[in-house]
DNA sequence: AAAGCGGGGTC
DNA sequence: GACCCAGCTTT
């Protein structure tokens, strides 16, 4: 039996039941595969859920502000996909009177779609011939096929997209593309895949010559930069605070935060006192400053660690404060809404 | 070709 | 701790 058989028939007996595989809007799917990017389905549905309630087309978001997008992205990560989701929303709806490109190519061209969510859209919205590639298909093309070449070489990319796309059903591109995504993420799973129950075990050659630990090759490790964060959360007398939006580059881009201080170490109470005294925010100003969490809590992104320490501060009054109050209208990174969440306010 | 970009989950 | 996740963009 051919792989693109085996693989659709174990699908119809062990496909999930998820929101969108209901429709072929290609609304509804952009916005899956974008939330889906580098995203588990049991984080990314939620977030799905909230998008399709609160902008039921693509006309709704093309309106919404950016910080309400923002908004409802908050804790999702990589927050360049919610800009990219809500500037590519408003140039269907102002360049394309809402219809999304109906082809692999046009689809390419967007905002925030690459290789991967053009080839995903274009076979479920429009049954196009052209295989998907994530890091599920990398794991069971190079564990079934026996195929050590990095998977984030340029050559891995290039030879596993082709195998892919031969191995395709050309009938049913939709079904063949989603089955091999699901067969990685439920069966042939990175640790522990299911290799006693599976419908491959006898052309398997990972299996068969005991590679399936070692299978895929992914290249180098990165390494993790250490940074330390010190936020000060004001309290005003009018029960104002202040936030401030991140600009230009690096992380957390358009999110919002306390004034930031970052530091090459951390700062025992004394030597950040003595620090804030002279620094811009709290110069020639009388405030009691407290810090809040004692060791400083360490916040891991996947290429940097901030060991944040969150300071109050209290004044009689701020500059450009909001009320504490209105403070979860913000979109801010999960390290920030955690904090307010914990402290409650005033 | 390599680096930058989140947060949650698993082992 | 290390690794992974329905990847994309920038340098």
Redesign the pocket.
């Known amino acids: 039996m051919s792989f693109s058989k085996i693989l659709t028939r174990w699908y119809s007996v062990n496909k999930r039941n998820?929101p969108?595989?209901e429709t072929k809007n290609p609304y509804f799917i952009w916005l899956?595969?974008i939330i889906?990017?580098?995203?588990?389905?049991?984080?990314g549905l939620p977030y799905y859920e909230a998008f399709i309630t609160k902008f039921p087309t693509v006309f709704d978001l093309a309106k919404a502000d950016e910080s309400e997008v923002l908004k409802l992205w908050q804790?999702?990560?990589?927050?360049?996909r919610a800009r990219?989701l809500h500037f590519t929303a408003k140039y269907v709806v102002d360049e394309l009177n809402g219809a999304f490109p109906n082809t692999y190519k046009e689809l390419l061209k967007l905002?925030?779609?690459?290789?991967?969510?053009?080839s995903?859209i274009a076979s479920i919205c429009y049954d196009e011939s052209t295989a998907v590639v994530?890091?599920?298909v990398?794991?069971v093309l190079s564990r079934c096929f026996g195929i050590d070449t990095p998977i984030n070489?340029?050559s891995g990319i290039k030879e596993f997209k082709a195998l892919a796309q031969e191995l395709i059903d050309t009938k049913d591109p939709a079904t063949f593309n989603?089955a091999i995504?699901?067969f990685?993420?439920t069966q042939c799973r990175?640790?522990?895949p299911d290799c006693m129950f599976c419908q491959f075990q006898e052309k398997c050659i990972a299996y068969n010559e005991g590679k399936v630990d070692t299978l895929?090759v992914?290249?180098?490790?990165?390494k993790v930069k250490q940074r330390y964060f010190n936020f000060l959360v004001f309290l005003s007398e009018d029960k104002q605070t202040v936030l401030e939006k991140r600009e230009g580059?690096?992380?957390?881009q358009n999110l919002y935060q306390f004034p930031l201080i970052e530091t090459e170490k951390s700062l025992e109470y004394d030597a950040f006192l003595k620090l804030v005294k002279t620094h811009p925010y709290l110069k020639n100003k009388t405030f009691e400053l407290r810090q809040y969490n004692n060791a400083p809590k360490v916040?891991?992104?996947?290429?940097?660690h901030l060991n944040t320490t969150f300071w109050t501060v209290t004044t009689e009054s701020v500059e450009n404060g909001i009320p504490f109050e209105n403070i979860t209208d913000y979109p801010v990174?999960?390290?920030i809404g955690k904090f307010i969440e914990g402290f409650g306010g005033f």
């Open positions: 998820l969108w595989r899956s595969e889906l990017q580098q995203t588990q389905v049991k984080q804790g999702l990560g990589y927050y360049s990219n905002k925030g779609v690459g290789d991967y969510t053009a995903a994530d890091g599920n990398y794991r070489s340029t989603q995504m699901e990685g993420a990175p640790k522990n895929p992914k290249l180098k490790k990165l580059k690096g992380i957390w916040h891991k992104l996947s290429h940097q990174p999960i390290l």
